[in-house]
Nanobody, 125 residues
Framework: QVQLVESGGGSVQAGGSLRLSCAVSGNTYVTNCMGWFRQAPGKEREKVASIYTWLGTTYYADSVKGRFTISHDNAKNTLYLQMNSLKPEDTAIYYC??????????????????WGQGTQVTVSS
């Protein structure tokens, strides 16, 4: 079993930056595919980015390309999401997720096995 704990959320003005962290503990060898999702009020959950940690290969949703960067620190067992040039439409609860999916499946995977509790990001105009 894997435990995921997000942190780093908060309130920021449009154009600002935040960095989310997701601390991973437990059975970390099954976390080779990790992702960030978000869900805004009244909207469906959206996949933001993912990373295949064994190779560092990444995927980004079109809505965040060029603004967000996903990364993983193996030594610290921590997943990050650097968010720059934030927009009001980025306001949502952000969740990290982990799975043992293959490198071919990871970019399109949405049904992850393990999830964090979420952290709120609010961007004001």
């Amino acid at each position: 079993q894997v435990q995921l704990v997000e942190s780093g959320g908060g309130s920021v003005q449009a154009g600002g930056s935040l960095r989310l962290s997701c601390a991973v503990s437990g059975n970390t060898y099954v976390t080779n595919c990790m992702g960030w999702f978000r869900q805004a009020p009244g909207k469906e959950r959206e996949k933001v980015a993912s990373i295949y940690t064994w190779l560092g290969t990444t995927y980004y949703a079109d809505s965040v390309k060029g603004r967000f960067t996903i990364s993983h620190d193996n030594a610290k067992n921590t997943l990050y999401l650097q968010m720059n040039s934030l927009k009001p439409e980025d306001t949502a609860i952000y969740y990290c997720a982990a799975d043992r999916a293959s490198r071919d499946i990871c970019p399109t995977l949405v049904s992850y096995t393990d999830w964090g509790q979420g952290t709120q990001v609010t961007v004001s105009s």
